[in-house]
């Protein structure tokens, strides 16, 4: 599996963005995909994941209610759709493929992508 993000940008506080990310490779049935965010000088912070197969999702705590995860099977894509964005969001987010189920754990992801900066100004 190889995947690609993006979709980061500049965006003012309050405002949104809906991150992409784009899976190629064998079949993402047995993964969990995963977004995590690293600011400068920290470590990869685990953002939200979704079973790719039955679809079920979690949040970080600083997350919830704000940022949504979802994924279409057709397009083998994950999209993170971020609204409510605080200057404490700036970040690299990167996606992940884990074949253990609902990890939150960094060290458990094998697969990632590039990551793609989002900026948010207050």
């Known amino acids: 599996v190889q995947l690609q993000a993006s979709g980061g940008g500049l965006v003012q506080a309050g405002g949104s963005l809906r991150l992409s990310c784009s899976a190629s490779?064998?079949?993402?049935?047995?993964?969990?995909l995963g977004w995590f965010r690293q600011a400068p000088g920290k470590e990869h912070e685990f953002v939200a994941a979704?079973?790719?197969?039955?679809?079920?999702?979690d949040y970080a705590d600083s997350v919830k209610g704000r940022f949504t995860i979802s994924r279409d099977s057709a397009k083998s894509t994950v999209y993170l759709q971020m609204a409510g964005l605080k200057p404490e969001d700036t970040a690299a987010y990167y996606c992940?493929?884990?074949?253990?189920?609902?990890?939150?754990?960094?060290?458990?992801?094998?697969?990632w992508g590039r990551g793609t900066q989002v900026t948010v100004s207050s």
């Open positions: 992940a493929a884990s074949r253990i189920d609902y990890t939150k754990r960094a060290s458990e992801y094998d697969i």
């Open positions: 490779g064998r079949t993402l049935f047995s993964y969990t």
């Open positions: 979704i079973r790719w197969s039955g679809g079920r999702t």
